[in-house]
């Protein structure tokens, strides 16, 4: 579908290019992000973590973003916009520089991507393919309907996301519906995971539901306020995709201490 989501980026691992054993043969993309500011990309925390050294290194990613369809080759389209990464944060609750992502309850799930070029200059207005998204001002109510969108897989997943996946050429986007955290805290505590106040749930009432899936990861979940569009959550996890049962999972970026971390490294970049 020609998704509308101009701040929508794919990262990508040049090391790994290319990869016959992906799924997606023709590129090495391992999750979304969305665009911010000319040099600014949110993203998950658990799209670059690492175990051993806090974060993966920065030249392993790369942002790419003026694209619907995922090139098949390093030859980007001429409308592309592509930077590499300077830095990359995760969420840090008070500014300590010590990351506060939990990757045991997924607490926390966001990171931000510094950029050694900016993504577009000028009047954002004018930029129909590559666009920052707005912050937030406050909570969005449950029922709102949202648009998430990536390139992840499309096929639904069962408890244990061990079926088959198809990862499509082309950016998709769906809408959903935002959940009540009560509600969907207790759908998940029927499968023994605690929800936190970082997360935000949604989902749809139409079977099969439309959710996010493994891929999407890190990318937009974008709603209108006050008329204008801003990014309401970040695509983190859930059991499984598209199950009735298990909403789709994302970071809110509402959450006090997480849209101050946002708002603290977007004010932190160049822009220029
Ligand atoms: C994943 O593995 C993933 N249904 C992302 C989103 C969802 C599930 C899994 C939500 O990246």
New binding site residues.
Partial sequence: SAASAPYQVVLWNPRRYPDASLNTPYNTQFCGGTIIGPRTVVTAAHCVDDDRTGTISTSAVRVLGGIATMPRSTVLPSDAVGSAVSAIRLYDENGDGRSDFDKRTMRGDIAVLTLTGALYSGTPATRAKVAPLALPSGDVAAGTTSQVSGW?GVLAQPVG?SAKQDYPGELRAGLVQLLSPVLCAARYAAAGVTLTDTMLCATTDARPTV???????GGPLAAAQNGVAVLVGV????I??ALPQFP??YTRVAHAQISAFVRRELGAAPTG
């Fill in positions: 992840g996301g959710d996010a899936c493994q891929g999407d990861s695509v983190s996890y859930g499984g995709c789709g999972l």
